[in-house]
């Protein structure tokens, strides 16, 4: 079975400050690694994923995960944040499964 | 594309009233699944179904939980008779396709108050 860990509950940072948020995953097969955001009131939407290829992806918003398959983790980064980042970021694991398998968040809070 | 569709936005109902939660797929995705989301629990995956047919029910709570897919552009998942622990957001998501590696794309959420 797969899961996902993600470690912080909370990351506070202060604008323009880098940041990472830390996802690992278990799985004994091949996956798929998702991040989404939620902003508040609101669904999830997807951020940026992994299939296969580059082990670094990007999003169109300046965050880039990197998958790392020795240490099963595809940590999300941002060098530089801005007061619009606050969220909550959901990391998401897909096997040979049917299921996305969510991890249980990590709220950034982006102060002035 | 108006994205996926869900109603109602909020929900606030006394304990023991049967409660209807609707979703509208995008058109075209053939998957479409059902979440809540608590702070206690983060996002559990209620149920979802391929091509309007339950796939995995296992994450269903109770017998007073249960989803139906009439057909390719409606959903609904209904509590009854409803508790006060079943308050949460309740998101539907569809994708593409079951087996494909695409995300999903989430509606904006029914917020459930049962008092």
């Known amino acids: 079975a797969q899961s996902v860990t993600q470690l912080d509950s909370q990351v506070p940072v202060f604008e323009e400050a880098p940041v990472e948020l830390r996802c690992n995953y278990s799985?004994?097969?091949?996956?798929?690694l998702f991040w989404y955001v939620q902003y508040p009131n609101q669904g999830l939407q997807l951020l940026l994923k992994?299939?296969?290829?580059?082990?670094l992806v990007e999003s169109i918003n300046g965050f880039e995960a990197e998958f790392n398959k020795s240490q099963t983790s595809f940590h999300l980064r941002k060098p530089s944040v801005h007061i619009s980042d606050t969220a909550e970021y959901f990391c998401?694991?897909?096997?040979?499964?049917?299921?996305?398998?969510f991890g249980t968040g990590t709220r950034l809070q982006v102060f002035p | 594309d108006a994205g996926v569709i869900q109603s109602p936005r909020h929900e606030v109902t006394e304990m023991g009233q049967e409660v209807t939660l609707r979703c509208k797929p995008i058109?075209?995705?053939?998957?479409l699944f059902w979440y809540r989301q608590t702070m206690m629990r983060g996002l559990e995956l209620l149920i979802y179904?391929?091509?309007?047919?339950?796939?995995?029910d296992s994450g269903m709570p109770e017998d007073r939980f249960s989803a139906k897919m009439p057909n390719a552009s409606f959903s609904t998942l209904k509590i009854q008779p409803s508790e006060p622990r079943d308050s949460a957001v309740y998101f539907c998501?569809?994708?593409?396709?079951?087996?494909?590696?695409?995300?999903?794309?989430f509606g904006s959420g029914t917020r459930l108050t049962v008092v």
């Open positions: 998501a569809s994708s593409p396709a079951v087996r494909v590696v695409y995300g999903y794309t």
């Open positions: 799985s004994s097969v091949s996956v798929y």
């Open positions: 992994y299939l296969s290829g580059s082990t």
């Open positions: 998401a694991v897909r096997a040979n499964t049917d299921k996305l398998i």
């Open positions: 058109s075209g995705h053939n998957s």
């Open positions: 179904f391929n091509n309007n047919v339950p796939i995995d």
